[in-house]
């Protein structure tokens, strides 16, 4: 069974950092791109970040740019997201996301909560 599993999320104060973590089972993690997407209330989902199979290409949001960054293991099958210098508009559910070829999967999310 395919399982993308995240963790971290939590209470932030603004101006935090928090460390998101994926961790996959059920698949050949490396042949997968891995994406971070977002959805906070009322918004529609947004891509955060992207990395490629090899981890040797990375993409980010304009809004998150210079403050996150994405990185995987393959060797652990892991996928993990920094986020620095949080404010409240990062505030969200970060959903795990897993896509090659006509396959696509993805977590249940994490809730990320950005307040004083």
């Known amino acids: 069974q395919v399982q993308l599993v995240e963790s971290g999320g939590g209470l932030v104060q603004p101006g935090g950092s928090l460390r998101l973590s994926c961790a996959a089972s059920g698949f050949t993690f490396s042949n997968f791109a891995m994406k971070w997407y977002r959805q906070a209330p009322g918004k529609e989902r947004e891509l955060v970040a992207a990395?490629?199979?090899?981890?040797?290409?990375?993409t980010y949001a304009d809004s998150v740019k210079g403050r996150f960054t994405i990185s995987r293991d393959n060797a652990k099958n892991t996928m993990s997201l920094q986020m620095n210098s949080l404010t409240p508009t990062d505030a969200a559910v970060y959903y795990c996301?897993?896509?090659?070829?006509?396959?696509?999967?993805w977590g249940q999310g994490t809730q990320v909560t950005v307040s004083s």
């Open positions: 996301n897993a896509v090659r070829s006509k396959y696509e999967y």
């Open positions: 990395i490629s199979s090899t981890g040797g290409t990375t």
